[in-house]
T-cell receptor
Framework: GAVVSQHPSWVICKSGTSVKIECRSL??????MFWYRQFPKQSLMLMAT?????????EQGVEKDKFLINHASLTLSTLTVTSAHPEDSSFYIC?????????????FGEGSRLTVL | DQQVKQNSPSLSVQEGRISILNCDYT??????FLWYKKYPAEGPTFLIS?????DKNEDGRFTVFLNKSAKHLSLHIVPSQPGDSAVYFC????????????????FGQGTILTVHP
């Protein structure tokens, strides 16, 4: 099946630093990728839709200047958490769908756990 | 506004018995429903899906039932195995006017399933 890979899996940083998380589609080209965030014991919350070659579409309540998304190629989207603070600590997951898929079934990356000290 | 709800945070089942995971939704415009399985610190993996025009879909040990009038769906796992222990998320999506979806999912909070040997 389709594979989506995230890097890094774990990251610990000091408050105020910026952290970049990469999401790659390994065996297909993804014109659209999605970034989710999961707090403990809560559901996956869609943060933004990443569109190749254009600006990301952010969900209501998500700060676009805080969570920078770049989808520079058909196989790579990056999420940068700028000036991270402890409340940004969370599990971030990306996903992508096969272009032309009617069902829109998503393939998820392994997730990246961010801990901000 | 939680459009997709899984009201049972956890479920414990004996190996070999049936596991029934429930999910309710409020948006009657959803076109497609999916179930994902997630292990700790990993991304969700797709299990099974159902179109809003169907009331049942079966794949091996997994069966999903949809009751549109009640806005309720359920996932049945028979027989349950210890390896099924994980968090199960139901998710819903809407198709755009062209009848396709870009994979934008709304997730429930998840249900922790524990299958005891």
């Amino acid at each position: 099946g389709a594979v989506v890979s995230q890097h890094p899996s774990w990251v610990i940083c000091k408050s105020g630093t910026s952290v970049k998380i990469e999401c790659r589609s390994l065996d297909f080209q993804a014109t659209t990728m999605f970034w989710y965030r999961q707090f403990p014991k809560q559901s996956l919350m869609l943060m933004a839709t990443s569109n190749e070659g254009s600006k990301a579409t952010y969900e209501q309540g998500v700060e676009k200047d805080k969570f920078l998304i770049n989808h520079a190629s058909l196989t790579l989207s990056t999420l940068t958490v700028t000036s991270a603070h402890p409340e940004d600590s969370s599990f971030y997951i990306c996903s992508a769908t096969i272009p032309g898929s009617v069902t829109g079934e998503l393939f998820f990356g392994e997730g990246s756990r961010l801990t901000v000290l | 506004d939680q459009q997709v709800k899984q009201n049972s945070p956890s479920l414990s089942v004996q190996e070999g018995r049936i596991s029934i995971l429930n999910c309710d939704y409020t948006n009657s415009m959803f076109d497609y429903f999916l179930w994902y399985k997630k292990y700790p610190a990993e991304g969700p993996t797709f299990l099974i899906s159902i179109s809003s025009i169907k009331d049942k879909n079966e794949d091996g040990r997994f069966t999903v039932f949809l009751n549109k009038s009640a806005k309720h769906l359920s996932l049945h796992i028979v027989p349950s195995q210890p390896g099924d222990s994980a968090v199960y998320f139901c998710a819903a999506m809407r198709f755009n006017a062209g009848g396709t979806s870009y994979g934008k999912l709304t997730f429930g909070q998840g249900t922790i399933l524990t299958v005891h040997p």
